[in-house]
């Protein structure tokens, strides 16, 4: 492979590449480890591609790979968070994902399956109609689409709960600070 065509490949494709890690791995550092590993191991087979739709395909498929081999490993099993919360969330920087809707999309995809996170990701973010998906994680359209499906509803119910949750937080602090929900500030003489 052309020096100058694999740079460009790292620089076209290194963020997606790293956005779909950190959702496998929950590890900025580990993500860009496995991404790294990647365009190493694509240097060294010197891979050629029909186009660029052919490579971006081929290096995510490799990517998703290589994070499934990364959570089955041992060295996942023998790393300790420094807190209770640090494996739930992701990184602060978490790979181009600074809205704070984004990143809380984000963490609510955390709880679903890692087929389903990727089939999201992939439709919603990186905009590959289905037949597309289905070719890069070598599954058929229809399983593809049932993914899609109940990837949805799964997320619309985190995010329901965590919604909820947030409500009944909010009104037990009220409660807590002494308000009365059906009383305005005028009617207490607070401005």
Not at 16 to 33: S, W
Not at 63 to 73: G, L
Not at 122 to 138: D, F, G, H, Q, T
Not at 158 to 179: C, H, I, M, P, T
């Amino acid at each position: 492979m052309d020096p100058l065509d694999f740079e460009a490949l790292m620089i076209q494709h290194y963020n997606t590449l790293l956005r779909i890690a950190i959702q496998h791995t929950n590890n900025r550092a580990e993500a860009e480890d496995i991404v790294q590993d990647t365009f190493l191991k694509l240097l060294e087979t010197g891979t050629q591609f029909r186009d660029d739709g052919h490579a971006k395909a081929f290096l995510i498929r490799s990517v998703i790979n290589r994070c499934k081999d990364y959570c089955k490993s041992a060295r996942r099993t023998r790393n300790v968070a420094l807190s209770d919360t640090a494996e739930h969330l992701l990184p602060a920087d978490s790979g181009g994902f600074a809205d704070e809707t984004a990143q809380m999309i984000l963490d609510a995809m955390q709880q679903l399956r890692p087929d389903f996170r990727n089939v999201l990701y992939l439709y919603y973010y990186e905009e590959y109609s289905i037949r597309e998906i289905a070719a890069i994680l070598r599954k058929s359209s229809n399983t593809v689409s049932s993914w899609l499906t109940r990837a949805k509803n799964q997320l619309k119910g985190v995010l329901q709960n965590e919604q909820n949750d947030l409500s009944k937080s909010n009104a037990a602090d009220f409660r807590v600070r002494g308000g009365n929900p059906h009383e305005s500030k005028a009617d207490t003489g607070a401005i």
